[in-house]
């Protein structure tokens, strides 16, 4: 089912081809992390609520398996039915048997990375199930035919001209109208006929309260409840890490999520599903594909603690500049990189390596997670297991040579200056793929060292 | 399909792999009910798209600020006894959502607002129907003034161990920013909300 697909690096450089773009996309996603900075310097106890987060979610990670008996007890007294699924292949078939069951071949679906993850849609519509994505960011890649290029903000890479025409194209507007609030009014118009048709919808989870058995769902438009309650079958997709103990801990988690997210004080809807509507149905299941596996790996484990806020992605200078589609996975940016691997080590082993390590990501990362100790600790497995490319093991053993040895080190130095110095063009060419995009500082006279020692006879 | 072998396995595995456990939190540091808080949802409400209007008096009054302010707008709907009667309304609450896809104004009242967020908490017994306030073309909230709180902290004590259904806090009108991060009002649900913080 796996397309062959280029690295990280080639489909950064495809992006990288329009700079105009580049920078429009570099700009946009540093100011909505100006924004979360704005809404996160408002509250003084902030550093307290992403410790308490972190700390909540720590305790969930060492007793999981509890917290999720005691979901599964809970939802189940609120009539709510409750699958487990061990692998994406196993949700799609239970979502695909309750459409089955219904009798009905048509859903609506709101935003889910998960099921993004499984590639749901592409299943559904192989056995002749239409899904209409929902949330206008989702439904427009939908029908550019494309994945979302970023957790919250699914068509940040599209300029609102290429929307215009997409909804000339399928939703019959007039051509060249790209005006946001005229295509905006034009998807509510296209997608409350939906609602008001659809007896299935399917939603994702941000929260699991194990105290109760609700859910929580969060959203700006709204698409996530018109869907459930206009249906007449609700399904809830969520991964085994959603779980949170109580109720009380929602205070903090709501707190964190948006302001991170997009720097709002909260989203429009935070909904909590407890029971079906009378005479409905609701389903939640239970998702691992590959979250245990990631729960025994001691460095990789606290990956798990997220929730899902693309502030890391936002704050990435990577991810500003080679745009969400580079990572080829469901969830791009820092955090996707670190999860990835999880999934499939060899498909994925780019990834861990499009980063600077600069270390942004986990400093406005609401849950602590250590993303780019991660990213740095994911390149040393990958090289160890065979999986990185033959270019990253020769650079990464030259590397490791030069750094241990003091001769070398202070050689390599020298050439360096000599060459940035009298021959630029042996590094600055086209078979040099590290210069593409970036220009060459002047070389100084002599280095720190040869500096030091210098004025230190002078003294 | 084996969902029940899937079930005993991934809670195997989760048990295999999972790490120590360490202690919750404490949150009782973030609790401080002493803000002016009635001040601070008027602002934040406002920022974040939404209106309110902070009065004394009767429903029948606010009923009438409420015809004022939507003069084009004949269908509104509640399912609260007091503004039902208010209104003179006689259409009782269908089994189904559907039924409200033409209202123009829906009214509910909330159980209390959220200062820091400009959010407020409805149930789905406030609602009448779970579709109404999401349906509608323009949502107005009641909400008693005694009952606003400064943050999230005091929102989930408050909530408590009260019985709902369903349950949502809603801040503002629905809205999208997906094309080029301009803000638009009105994405799938209401285009307004305007909330009465009665004194």
Redesign the interface.
């Given at each position: 089912m796996k397309e062959i697909h280029a690295e990280h690096a080639e489909l950064a450089g495809e992006f990288n081809k329009d700079e105009d773009r580049v920078d429009w996309h570099d700009e946009?996603l540093w100011?909505?992390r100006a924004k979360r900075d704005k809404a996160v310097n408002q509250l003084p106890?902030w550093e307290?609520?992403r410790?308490?987060a972190s700390?909540?979610k720590?305790?969930v990670?060492?007793?999981?398996?509890t917290y999720?008996?005691q979901f599964?007890a809970n939802a189940l007294q609120n009539g709510v039915k409750v699958?487990?699924?061990?692998n994406a292949e196993?949700h799609n078939?239970?979502v695909y048997?309750i459409m089955l069951d219904q009798g009905v071949l048509r859903m609506v679906k709101s935003k889910s990375m998960l099921t993004e993850e499984c590639h749901l849609n592409e299943y559904l519509k192989e056995h002749g199930i239409e899904v209409i994505d929902?949330?206008?960011?989702e439904r427009?890649v939908q029908l550019a035919e494309e994945a979302p290029s970023h957790i919250v903000?699914?068509?940040?890479h599209k300029?609102?001209e290429e929307?215009g025409e997409l909804f000339h194209i399928h939703l019959g507007t007039e051509k060249g109208n790209s005006d946001?609030?005229f295509?905006?009014?034009t998807?509510?118009i296209h997608?409350?006929e939906i609602?008001?048709t659809r007896k299935v919808a399917l939603t994702g989870v941000n929260f699991a309260v194990a105290e109760t058995g609700e859910i929580v769902v969060c959203t700006?438009?709204?698409?996530a409840?018109?869907g459930a309650?206009?249906a007449n079958v609700h399904i809830a997709s969520m991964g085994?890490e959603k779980i949170i103990?109580k109720?009380?801990?929602?205070?903090?988690f709501?707190?964190l999520l948006t302001r991170s997210a997009?720097g709002?004080?909260?989203?429009?809807?935070?909904?909590?599903?407890?029971?079906p509507?009378?005479?409905r149905e609701m389903h939640i299941i239970?998702v691992?594909n590959g979250r245990?596996?990631q729960?025994?790996r001691?460095d990789f484990?606290n990956s798990l603690k997220c929730i899902r806020c693309g502030a890391c992605m936002n704050t990435c200078p990577v991810y500003r500049r080679s745009g969400g589609h580079s990572y080829h996975n469901a969830i791009a940016g820092p955090i996707g990189s670190i999860l990835a691997p999880n999934l499939d080590m060899k498909d994925y082993a780019d990834l861990p390596f499009a980063s600077t390590l600069c270390g942004s990501c986990s400093n406005v990362c609401p849950v602590k997670i250590d993303i780019h100790q991660q990213l740095y600790k994911w390149r040393q497995v990958i090289v160890k297991e065979g999986y990185a490319t033959k270019t990253k093991k020769v650079s990464m053993q030259v590397m490791s040579n030069t750094l241990s040895s003091p001769t070398a080190y202070h050689l390599a130095g020298k050439m360096g200056r000599f060459v940035i110095k009298y021959a630029p063009f042996a590094v600055n060419n086209r078979l040099n793929p590290w210069y593409k995009q970036r220009d060459l500082p002047s070389a100084p006279e002599q280095s720190f060292g040869e500096w030091y020692k210098e004025n230190r006879k002078k003294q | 399909m084996s969902t029940s072998t899937s079930r005993d396995s991934i809670l195997g595995k989760v048990a295999l792999n999972k790490p120590e456990s360490t202690p919750l939190p404490d949150l009782s540091f973030f609790i401080n009910g002493t803000a002016a808080v009635t001040e601070q949802f008027i602002t934040i409400l406002g920022n974040i798209g939404g209106k309110a209007h902070h009065r004394e008096g009767t429903i029948d009054e606010v009923i009438s600020t409420i015809k004022n302010d939507f003069p084009e707008l004949k269908r509104i709907y509640s399912s609260d006894p007091d503004v039902r009667r208010a209104l003179d309304l006689q259409f009782v609450t269908p089994a189904s959502g559907h039924a409200f896809e033409d209202v123009d104004v829906a009214i509910i009242k909330a159980h209390f607002g959220v200062a820091e967020n400009g959010a407020v908490w409805i149930t789905d017994d406030l609602m009448g129907n779970r579709a109404l306030p999401f349906i509608c073309q323009h949502l107005v909230v009641i909400v008693d003034e005694k009952n606003l709180v400064p943050t999230m902290h005091e929102a989930y004590k408050k909530i408590g161990s009260s019985k709902y259904n369903y349950g949502a806090f809603i801040a503002g009108p629905s809205k999208t920013a997906d094309i080029e991060q301009s803000l638009v009002l009105g994405a799938h649900g209401p285009k307004s909300m305007t909330v009465f913080i009665m004194a």
């Open positions: 946009t100011w909505i106890e307290r609520l410790d308490a700390q909540i720590d305790h990670l060492g007793n999981l398996d999720l008996e599964e699958h487990w699924a061990a196993e078939k239970i048997q929902s949330d206008l960011g427009i903000l699914p068509c940040i300029k609102k929307i946001p609030q295509l905006t009014n998807a509510r997608l409350r609602f008001l700006n438009e709204g698409n409840d018109m309650h206009l085994i103990p109720k009380e801990h929602l205070g903090v709501l707190r997009t709002q004080p909260i989203t429009t809807y935070s909904s909590h599903f407890k029971t509507q009378n005479g239970i691992d245990t596996r729960l025994g001691p484990r | -």
